[in-house]
């Protein structure tokens, strides 16, 4: 493999690796603003965010469904979404912060994680598609792509040091 193609996927490699640490970093963020804002204000908001929309479209059938959404959420429903995006976006974040820092056995960790996403996401998927997580199911694809090569180019560097990565 070229030196050019080499240091494009590695540079591709930690762009997207930065993208998903901080795809992390919100997820935390929102995990918390779960636990502080209470279902009934996550609806006040909502029905705030979508009133000029729906006041100019009644039938807008994005709005209408975030204000339904938002009408039907429950304590145990924002407690279980914040639980998730706390967990997810620790692990995330850990896991990218230690693979930038070179530490070779984030690299199986995260791909494993990674692996265990794209099982969810494919069964929600299946179950109810939306283009965003066919999207984002995708991009976790490429990831893991990009980490399994750049976990073997570490190994095999690790093993070899003066040899030249192919």
């Known amino acids: 493999m070229s030196a050019n193609r080499r240091s494009l996927l590695d540079r591709t490699f930690f762009v997207s690796l930065v993208l998903k640490g901080l795809d992390g970093a919100v997820e935390l ?4 603003a779960l636990l502080v804002v209470s279902p009934a204000q996550l609806e006040a908001v909502t029905r705030a965010l979508t009133r000029h929309e729906l006041h100019e479209d009644p ?9 339904n959404y938002a ?25 990218v912060v230690a693979v930038l820092r070179d530490k070779l056995w984030a690299y199986p960790w995260l791909i494993g994680f990674l692996v265990a996403f794209i099982g969810y996401q494919s069964y929600e998927l299946v179950v109810h598609f939306t283009w965003g997580l066919a999207a984002l199911t995708a991009f976790d694809i490429f990831i893991v792509v990009l980490t399994v090569r750049e976990y ?4 095999r560097r690790s093993r070899h040091p003066d040899a030249v990565a192919a």
């Open 29 to 32: 963020v929102a995990g918390f």
């Open 71 to 95: 009408g039907g959420l429950s304590v145990s429903t924002t407690l279980f979404g914040a639980i998730y995006l706390l967990a997810h976006g620790i692990v995330k974040v850990i896991l």
């Open 59 to 67: 039938h807008d059938p994005i709005a209408n469904a975030l204000v």
């Open 152 to 155: 073997r180019l570490h190994r």
